[in-house]
């Protein structure tokens, strides 16, 4: 099995900043991607940002050029860098790791949640 955490949400005022962390923990070999999605109130669970093991990153519209994902592949940690947060950024967080072997499969964190007020 694999665990992962959350840690770093909270409550910050809109232009502000926010670090999220997630590490991974258990008996894996490998994970091939690591990534955030969010989920507000009322809507889908939408993609944030993913990374691959090779540093390949892809980002969300909505926050290119705030948001930095960035992983450290030896502590099998990613990190979610948000800068500029608008309230509309306001949602649970959600941690993913994706294609982890030898289960080849995702898993998901229990969540951390963002505030963001104006």
């Known amino acids: 099995q694999v665990q992962l955490v959350e840690s770093g949400g909270g409550l910050v005022q809109a232009g502000g900043s926010l670090r999220l962390s997630c590490a991974a923990s258990?008996?894996?070999?490998?994970?091939?991607?690591m990534g955030w999605y969010r989920q507000a109130p009322g809507k889908q669970r939408e993609l944030v940002a993913t990374?691959?093991?090779?540093?390949?990153?892809n980002y969300a519209d909505s926050v290119k050029g705030r948001f930095t994902i960035s992983r450290d592949n030896v502590k099998n940690t990613v990190y979610l860098q948000m800068n500029s947060l608008k309230p509309e950024d306001t949602a649970l967080y959600y941690c993913?790791?994706?294609?982890?072997?030898?289960?080849?499969?995702?898993?998901w964190g229990q969540g951390t949640q963002v505030t963001v007020s104006s």
């Open positions: 993913n790791a994706h294609g982890v072997a030898p289960f080849n499969r995702d898993y």
């Open positions: 990374v691959t093991t090779g540093g390949t990153t």
């Open positions: 258990g008996r894996f070999f490998s994970i091939n991607a």
